[in-house]
């Protein structure tokens, strides 16, 4: 299965000249700017790069055009980043993706004799499978109910950086900032002359 | 005001205004009229109006002032500091989440971010437990707080059908709104199912230009705070006038505790500015931090008289924690819909707001636009199932199809549901962090399934070929409830709390039940009638020394 491209034309990167200043540093500085990784070892790296490339894939997208997923996940990590609510069953933030991480290797090696990063990806995908039914093998997931990483953890804090990057906004048709120019086509799905038309 | 000090103010308040005036200033140790803690839908009216009357007012806001020019950014990402992101623990068998689904920090409090949904409460709101045995009556009644929504409503402004047809008859002083595609679908599909439905509000962005306020531009990010100016928040529309009339808005000061003396008055207010620890003396206190840092400051601000707590010999405060039920639901349209575009808040219905013995639960639940923005979006498609991969990308480049419809249903009050001092961990202040307990009950349940499928229903009438929806909860209000006595609850009908004659509590945390109403008018129609009420009755209320009686068992 590909992903087909339904807004070749989008590119909402172009319109930044239409944007307040304040907007376009924030968001040109999310394209420019990918942080370092300073809080995951070399192994934990590659195992969540592993699982981003599974949850978000990108194969299809020309190199120049992937959005870097694990940096963002990492800086999360880095600066003790708080959504405001800590699930009362749950570690920290930090402490929930190391120890989700652990997890993705206890039950890999469980299922298949090797840690998640060495499997092939249908492998991958059959321990993310175990943790998406809420109960796969391993001790990380006595410490934490696995449903809850799954979705709150790793699905919302990955699509989180994705559906942050005007390159996937151009994948959903998405008209990005709009001040102070605003909206007039209101009716009827239209869309402004200068947003992509679906293929 | 000879010698008083001054600092100067320079913040862009909307995109033709910019609020440069010099602000009144108090010294710490200069014993105040009124300390205010919050600056939202209850504190920001509160300073107007006690500024206004000739009172000295200090306002304590744990947040930032947001300039719209440099603060306010036009993408999703990048608004969290908009949000009250430090940590809460949340538990229960149903969890709320907190952070940007309903707390704000900073001038404006929540109604910074909120979509600006401003309908009223219904006269039955007052008297559910008159009226269905549960929940509780408000110890005043809808008329009492009738002329004050209808100054709210001229105040925000708000923008609304001329003959609104749910609760008591009333009007909105701007003409409605412009719907985008998205709310259209919720208007067709009432239509076309025979229910009545309203478009264009009521909703607090004016209609037309308010002031140095322009009018809407459409973009649709309401959520995350309006760069325009023209959506309602209590920064643009009671807060400039509350330091014109000489309040200080004293921002990036965060309460910690609220200090009494030995004849149990409260003389003034601790909090931390800069990593430096100072007192606000005051002659009173009002709290207005909404329903979790309220209880939170009440519940860490322990003495010889309140053990457990200031005001608290109840035991009532933190109790009766209710969020709104407010699932999601979206259909997918063959047909283009960019709901990304205009207001999210655009049209409702309330056909279902009143309890129907048809139903096998009492109470209900209106109908109300959403528009999720990528992010909200795509976390709706995971959560419904645990989504990813290829599959998640191809539904997520449905997202100019979808249409969605917000479920806003009446949750009904339980002591079972709390908000508590978490007993280890601590914020940076030092300060407890608050623990909030959430369990949804059996009429809530039903009334939740039954107002999903009415939301599927409508969506399909207006031609979705597929709904989905997904649980979630919005607003919280309760915890400092208001009732008839010291024994029933935390505050009188004037927001004074029974136990300390000059220590008020006056936000969303002093509803005893919430209707199917976004709270924010509700709270600053309390706010504006506790204001009045203290013009005419300062004098007795604030120097009355002695304390009111306790319970013997305490």
């Given at each position: 299965?590909?992903i ?5 034309d989008?590119?909402?990167l172009a319109?930044?000249g239409?944007?307040d200043?304040?907007t ?24 969540l ?6 949850v ?11 959005v ?6 990492d800086?999360?990590?880095t600066?003790?980043?708080s959504?405001g ?13 190391r ?14 004799a ?10 991958q ?18 410490e934490m109910p ?7 953890v790793?699905?919302?804090?990955i ?6 990057h ?10 990005g900032?709009?001040?102070p ?5 209101l ?8 947003e992509?038309?679906?293929? | ?9 320079h ?7 910019v ?8 010294r710490?140790?200069?014993?105040v009229d009124f300390?205010i803690?919050g600056?939202?839908?209850?504190g920001g009216?509160?300073a ?9 007012v200090?306002v304590?806001?744990?947040?930032p ?14 608004s969290?500091r908009?949000?009250?992101?430090d ?5 229960g ?7 940007a689904?309903?707390s704000g920090r ?10 600006g ?9 007052f ?14 009644s809808y ?14 402004p708000?923008?609304?059908p ?5 609760g008591?008859p009333?009007?909105?002083p701007y003409a409605?709104?412009q719907?985008?595609t998205?709310?259209q ?8 199912l025979?229910?009545p439905?309203v478009?264009?509000g ?8 308010k002031?140095?306020r322009?009018h809407?531009?459409?973009r649709g990010f309401?959520?995350?705070?309006c760069?325009v100016?023209?959506?309602?928040s209590t ?7 509350a330091?014109?009339d ?5 921002a ?11 004849n149990?008055?409260?003389t003034g ?7 430096r620890?100072?007192v606000?003396?005051a ?10 840092e309220?209880?939170?400051?009440l519940l860490?601000?322990?003495s010889?008289a ?5 005001a608290?010999t ?5 109790k009766f924690?209710?969020?709104?039920a407010g ?5 997918r349209f ?8 205009a ?7 309330e056909?279902?707001?009143?309890t129907?013995?048809r139903n096998?639960?009492?109470?209900g639940?209106?109908?109300?636009t ?9 976390h ?13 990308l191809e ?6 199809h979808?249409a ?20 280890t961990?601590k914020?940076?202040f030092?300060?407890?962090l608050?623990?909030?307990h959430?369990n ?8 939740m399934?039954?107002g999903?499928a009415?939301?599927r ?24 409830r ?7 609850s ?12 000059n220590l ?6 002093v509803?005893?039940?919430q209707g199917?109403a ?13 204001a009045?009420?203290?013009h005419h009755?300062?004098?007795h ?11 013997a068992h305490?």
């Amino acid at each position: 299965m590909t992903i087909r491209d339904r807004y070749p034309d989008a590119n909402v990167l172009a319109q930044r000249g239409h944007w307040d200043e304040a907007t376009r540093h924030v968001v040109l500085d999310r394209v420019h700017n990918v942080p370092d990784f300073r809080f995951f070892d070399s192994h934990e790296r590659a195992t969540l790069e592993a699982l981003c490339a599974l949850v978000i894939p990108q194969d299809h997208r020309q190199t120049d055009r992937r959005v870097p997923l694990a940096p963002w996940i990492d800086a999360r990590c880095t600066g003790g980043h708080s959504d405001g609510f800590r699930l009362d069953t749950m570690p920290s933030n930090p402490d929930a993706w190391r120890l989700g991480l652990q997890g993705l290797d206890q039950t890999s090696q469980h299922l298949f004799a090797s840690d998640f990063v060495s499997l092939e990806p249908d492998r991958q995908r059959r321990v993310l499978e175990s943790v998406r039914q809420g109960n796969p093998y391993g001790s990380a997931w006595q410490e934490m109910p696995a449903k809850r990483w799954w979705i709150f953890v790793a699905l919302r804090q990955i699509t989180a950086v994705y559906y942050a990057h005007p390159f996937a906004w151009d994948e959903i048709g998405f008209g990005g900032p709009a001040y102070p120019r605003g909206y007039f086509a209101l009716n009827h799905g239209y869309p402004e002359p200068w947003e992509a038309r679906e293929r | 005001m000879g010698g008083a000090r001054a600092v100067k103010l320079h913040v862009h308040l909307s995109s033709d205004w910019v609020l440069d005036t010099e602000m009144r200033e108090y010294r710490p140790n200069e014993e105040v009229d009124f300390c205010i803690i919050g600056s939202g839908a209850g504190g920001g009216v509160l300073a107007q109006r006690l500024a206004r009357f000739g009172f000295s007012v200090v306002v304590l806001e744990a947040g930032p002032w947001h300039d719209t020019e440099t603060d306010m950014v036009s993408d999703e990402a990048g608004s969290a500091r908009l949000y009250w992101n430090d940590e809460r623990f949340t538990g229960g068998t149903d969890p709320l989440e907190f952070g940007a689904n309903n707390s704000g920090r900073g001038v404006g409090g929540s109604t910074i971010h909120y979509a600006g949904f401003c309908p009223r409460l219904h006269p039955s709101d007052f008297r559910v437990r008159s009226l269905d045995g549960v929940g509780a009556d408000w110890p005043m009644s809808y008329e009492d707080l009738e002329p004050y929504y209808a100054a709210m409503e001229r105040e925000y402004p708000v923008s609304g059908p001329r003959q609104y047809p749910w609760g008591k008859p009333h009007g909105y002083p701007y003409a409605p709104l412009q719907a985008g595609t998205a709310g259209q679908m919720l208007i067709e599909g009432c239509a076309k199912l025979g229910i009545p439905v309203v478009a264009g509000g009521p909703v607090a962005i004016p209609a037309g230009r308010k002031g140095k306020r322009p009018h809407c531009i459409m973009r649709g990010f309401c959520l995350l705070g309006c760069k325009v100016g023209a959506k309602s928040s209590t920064m643009v529309s009671h807060i400039p006038r509350a330091i014109a009339d000489g309040a200080e808005m004293r921002a990036e000061c965060m309460a910690t505790e609220i200090l009494i003396d030995s004849n149990d008055r409260v003389t003034g207010v601790r909090y931390v500015h800069d990593s430096r620890l100072e007192v606000q003396r005051a002659n009173a206190v009002i709290v207005a931090g909404y329903a979790i840092e309220s209880p939170r400051l009440l519940l860490n601000s322990k003495s010889n008289a309140f053990p457990d707590g200031l005001a608290n010999t109840s035991g009532l405060v933190g109790k009766f924690l209710m969020a709104q039920a407010g699932p999601v639901v979206w259909g997918r349209f063959p047909n283009m819909i960019r709901q990304y575009k205009a207001p999210p808040a655009c049209a409702l219905t309330e056909e279902f707001y009143e309890t129907d013995p048809r139903n096998d639960f009492v109470r209900g639940y209106a109908l109300q636009t959403v528009a999720p923005l990528p992010i909200a979006m795509a976390h709706l498609l995971i959560e419904e199932n645990g989504e990813y991969g290829e599959s998640l990308l191809e539904r997520m480049q449905d997202y100019n199809h979808y249409a969605a419809i917000g479920v806003l249903g009446e949750i009904l009050p339980d002591a079972r549901n709390f908000v508590s001092l978490h007993p280890t961990e601590k914020d940076r202040f030092g300060m407890p962090l608050a623990y909030s307990h959430f369990n949804l009950f059996e009429n809530d349940r039903r009334m939740m399934h039954a107002g999903i499928a009415r939301a599927r229903a409508v969506l399909e009438a207006a031609g979705a070929t597929e709904t989905h929806s997904v649980n979630r909860y919005a607003h919280l209000v309760g915890t400092c409830r208001m009732g008839f006595s010291e024994r029933d609850s935390v505050v009188d009908q004037w927001c004074r709390t029974w136990d300390v004659a000059n220590l008020f509590v006056c936000d969303g945390s002093v509803l005893p039940t919430q209707g199917s109403a976004n709270p924010a008018i509700t709270i600053s129609a309390l706010a504006a009638r506790t204001a009045d009420w203290l013009h005419h009755n300062a004098r007795h209320a604030l120097t009355r020394d002695e304390r009111r009686p306790v319970p013997a068992h305490r």
